[in-house]
């Protein structure tokens, strides 16, 4: 049990992580099919894509990264801490 704990754990520091990463891109003129941004982007989509279709931008910001960002670290992650404790 506490092997799946720990590894969601990890997952979702990966996944935060690869969200603040793709936030950082975008500030820059990279293009699209470099294989770093397409590793980021796949792995982020699943996460963003269906916050995005409920959340509509505000003008040119798009606050899609950092309400899923608040979404994994204030109610996924304590929630699973009290299904798994780690330690």
């Known amino acids: 049990m506490a092997f799946i704990g720990t590894f969601l754990s990890l997952l979702i520091e990966v996944l935060t992580w690869a969200i603040v990463i793709r936030a950082l891109l ?16 796949q792995i982020t989509e699943p996460v963003l894509g269906p916050i995005r279709r409920v959340v509509p931008t505000l003008g040119f910001i798009d ?9 994994l670290q204030s109610f996924l992650k304590p929630l699973l801490s009290t299904m798994f404790p780690i330690f």
Do not use: N
């Open 63 to 71: 606050i899609t990264p950092l309400l899923a960002i608040f979404l």
């Open 26 to 41: 975008s500030w820059f003129p990279i293009s699209k099919d470099h294989p770093l941004v397409l590793v980021i982007m």
